[in-house]
C-alpha cells in the first residue's frame, strides 16, 4: 500500500512555470540582446558612429561605465566583447525554457525545463558579478569617477536587478529540481509541492497510467509517424523514413485521432510545438517571406518619402551593398557610385528630375575615378559628363516590385503548403499547387527587373523579352483545381 500511495507524489512532481520566471527571462532577453548589439558593433555604435542613433541612451552611459565608453574601446579592452557573446548564449537559453514550458508543454519537456532555466540564471548571475568583481579588482577604475547620486542610479541599480532577479529564480528552480529529485528516489517524507497540483485518488492515478501506457505505444511523439505510417497520399519520398507528422482523416481509432492534424490549428501548431522533418524547411520560408514584406515595405516608403524618421539612416544603408563587387569599366564604377549616393541625397524641387553630371576631371567623382583606374585613357574619362544620375521611374519601381512580390508569394506559399500539407488529401492537393504556383511567380519576378536593367538601353527588346518571360509563366500555371496533379505544365 505505501508503495502505491508513494505513485501518485511521483506523478505529480511535475514544473508548473510561475509568471514572475517566464516574465523576466523574456523581457531581458530583449535588453540583453540591445546591449550586445551595442558593443558588438563599436564603433559605429558609440557617439559619433554612424549607427548611434539605435543606441542613443548610450551617450550618457559612455561617460558613467568606461567599459561602454572611449576608454575600453581605445585600451582594446576584451572583456565587453567577451562578455557579450556569452549573453548571446544567455538569450538563447531564456528562450529556449519559454519555449520548453509554453510552447512544447509536453510532461518530458516540462521535466526538463528546470534545469535549463537554472542554466540560463546561473550564466546571468555569475556574469554580472563577474562584470561587478572586475571592476572592483582593478580599483573601481571604470564607475570611481561617479558621485554617488550617477553611481547608484545609473549602475548599482540597474546592474543590482541583474543579480536579485536571476538569484530569486535561481533558489526557486534549485528547491524544486531538489524536491523533484528526492521524490523519484524516494527519500523518506519528501513530498512535491507544485502549485494547484490536487492529489490524484487512485481511480485518476490508473487513468493517468492507461494513458502514459497509451501514449508510449505510440512513440516518444504520438504526434509523428514513420514513412511506412503514412497513407499512400502522403508517401512522398521514401529515403525519409521518420518524423512525418500524423496525417489528418486516416485514422477511425479515437486515441489515434487526437494525435492527427486533421484541423488548421493542429497543422499551425506543429510549427512550434515539436520538431519534425518539416521544420527547418517552414520556419526558412516563413521568415524569408516575412523579411521580404519588410524589406519591400521600406523601400516602398522611402521611395513615397513616407519612411519614419528613426527608420530612414537604415535606408539603403551601406551595409546592404555588397561592396566586395568590381567594377571594371569607367561606366560601371560610376554607376556604382551614382546609385550609392542617390538615396542619400535629396534632390531639389528646382532642380529637372534628371541632372547632367559636372565636368569628371573637376569633381569629386572623377577624382575619385581617376583613383580607381589610373591607366583609363583620358576619352574613356571625358565620356563620364555624358552620364546621367536619375531617380527610380516607373518600371524601376516596377521591376522590383515584381521581384518583391513574388519573393513574398513563393515563399509565402511554400511555407502554407509545407504547414498545411498533413490536413488531408484534398487540401494538400490543392496547397501543393499553390506552392507551384508561387513557384513561378518567382522565377517570373526575377526575370522582370534582370530584363529592365540587361536591356535598358534596348527598349524593344527590353518589352520582348519581358512580355514573353510574363506569357510563359501565365501559361505554365495550371487552374488550381485542374487536372494535374503538380498544378503546373512540367
Not at 527571462?25 to 548611434?52: E, K, N
Not at 490536487?198 to 481511480?203: F, L, Q, V, W, Y
Request: with cysteine; charged share 10%; proline share 6%.
Amino acid at each position: 500500500m505505501a508503495a502505491a500511495a508513494a505513485a501518485p507524489a511521483a506523478v505529480s512532481a511535475v514544473h508548473r512555470p510561475r509568471t514572475f520566471v517566464s516574465a523576466w527571462l523574456f523581457l531581458s532577453s530583449f535588453v540583453v540582446a540591445w546591449d550586445v548589439g551595442y558593443i558588438l558593433l563599436r564603433p559605429r555604435s558609440m557617439l559619433g558612429g554612424d549607427l548611434h542613433w539605435i543606441w542613443s541612451p548610450y551617450s550618457l552611459y559612455m561617460t558613467v561605465d568606461y567599459i561602454y565608453g572611449l576608454p575600453s574601446w581605445e585600451s582594446k579592452d576584451g572583456f565587453p566583447a567577451a562578455q557579450s557573446l556569452m549573453n548571446v548564449g544567455e538569450s538563447i537559453l531564456n528562450f529556449f525554457y519559454i519555449y520548453l514550458v509554453h510552447v512544447k508543454a509536453t510532461p518530458a519537456a516540462l521535466a526538463v525545463a528546470p534545469v535549463w532555466g537554472l542554466v540560463a540564471v546561473t550564466m546571468t548571475l555569475s556574469k554580472t558579478i563577474l562584470y561587478v568583481l572586475n571592476d572592483f579588482c582593478c580599483g573601481w577604475c571604470k564607475t570611481g569617477h561617479n558621485d554617488w547620486y550617477t553611481l547608484i542610479v545609473y549602475w548599482i541599480l540597474p546592474n543590482g536587478l541583474w543579480i536579485l532577479f536571476p538569484a530569486i529564480i535561481a533558489l526557486t528552480l534549485i528547491q524544486e529540481i531538489s524536491t523533484s529529485l528526492k521524490v523519484a528516489a524516494g527519500v523518506q517524507g519528501a513530498t512535491a509541492s507544485t502549485p494547484s497540483s490536487p492529489p490524484i485518488a487512485s481511480a485518476d492515478a490508473a487513468v493517468v497510467a492507461d494513458a502514459n501506457k497509451e501514449t508510449a505505444e505510440l512513440g516518444s511523439n504520438p504526434y509523428l509517424v514513420d514513412h511506412s505510417q503514412l497513407p499512400s497520399w502522403a508517401q512522398d519520398n521514401a529515403w525519409i523514413v521518420k518524423g512525418y507528422r500524423r496525417p489528418g482523416g486516416t485514422h477511425h481509432e479515437e486515441k489515434l485521432n487526437k494525435f492527427d492534424h486533421g484541423s488548421v490549428y493542429k497543422c499551425w501548431r506543429s510549427i512550434w510545438a515539436y520538431w519534425h522533418n518539416e521544420t527547418v524547411n517552414i520556419h526558412t520560408h516563413i521568415w524569408g517571406a516575412v523579411f521580404s514584406i519588410g524589406l519591400s515595405t521600406s523601400h516602398l516608403l522611402q521611395h513615397l518619402n513616407l519612411l519614419p524618421s528613426f527608420i530612414q539612416p537604415l535606408s539603403h544603408h551601406p551595409i546592404f551593398y555588397p561592396s566586395s563587387l568590381t567594377f571594371t569599366t569607367v561606366s560601371g564604377q560610376a554607376l556604382r557610385l551614382a546609385s550609392a549616393s542617390y538615396p542619400f541625397s535629396s534632390p531639389s524641387p528646382h532642380l529637372a528630375p534628371s541632372h547632367v553630371l559636372p565636368s569628371a576631371n573637376s569633381s569629386f567623382l572623377g577624382r575619385t575615378l581617376s583613383l580607381l583606374s589610373p591607366s583609363t585613357p583620358s576619352s574613356s574619362i571625358d565620356k563620364l559628363s555624358n552620364l546621367v544620375i536619375r531617380g527610380p521611374d516607373t518600371l524601376d519601381v516596377a521591376g522590383f516590385t515584381a521581384f518583391f512580390l513574388g519573393s513574398i508569394l513563393c515563399l509565402g506559399f511554400s511555407a502554407t503548403y509545407h504547414t498545411i500539407q498533413c490536413h488531408s488529401f484534398t487540401v494538400s492537393k490543392r496547397f501543393n499547387k499553390l506552392d507551384y504556383v508561387g513557384i513561378i511567380v518567382m522565377i517570373v519576378g526575377s526575370f522582370l527587373p534582370a530584363l529592365h536593367y540587361g536591356f535598358y538601353c534596348h527598349p524593344h527588346l527590353q518589352l520582348f523579352y519581358s512580355l514573353s518571360v510574363t506569357l510563359l509563366g501565365l501559361l505554365a500555371i495550371d487552374h488550381p483545381y485542374g487536372s494535374r496533379c503538380a498544378g503546373v505544365w512540367v
